[in-house]
């Protein structure tokens, strides 16, 4: 089976969002490197995002804010979103949680 799994890119191509929680960075990179295109293809430019602890802080802001629009009850498309190593991370960093994601 693809990395990314066929329910979940039926669920796309049905219209639906996918949260795919990894357990560690490598994998939520394979899914990502899976879903993120299929999403991309049928939703536009900005319709997949990938957050994981490697990440600089800066950049983590900037896409923590990114899926935070992604997320939003105004948005009306569906959206693919990779978190892989994030939460642990940030449970041990200031300000705690997974950043509002």
């Known amino acids: 089976m693809a990395p990314g ?8 191509h049905n219209g639906g969002s996918v949260l795919v929680v990894a357990n560690n960075i ?8 899976h879903l993120g295109p ?4 049928l939703f536009g430019p900005q319709a997949a995002a990938m ?13 923590e804010q990114h899926i935070t629009e992604l997320i939003s009850p105004s948005r009306k498309e569906p959206v693919v979103i990779c978190p892989g190593g994030v939460c642990r ?11 509002g994601v």
Do not use: K, M, T
């Open 89 to 99: 991370r940030s449970r041990n960093s200031p300000g705690g949680g997974c950043g």
């Open 26 to 33: 490598r994998q939520a990179q394979q899914l990502y490197g």
């Open 38 to 41: 299929i999403a991309r293809q």
């Open 5 to 12: 799994g066929s329910v979940r890119v039926r669920r796309l």
């Open 51 to 63: 957050l994981h602890s490697r990440f600089e802080r800066r950049d983590r802001r900037r896409l």
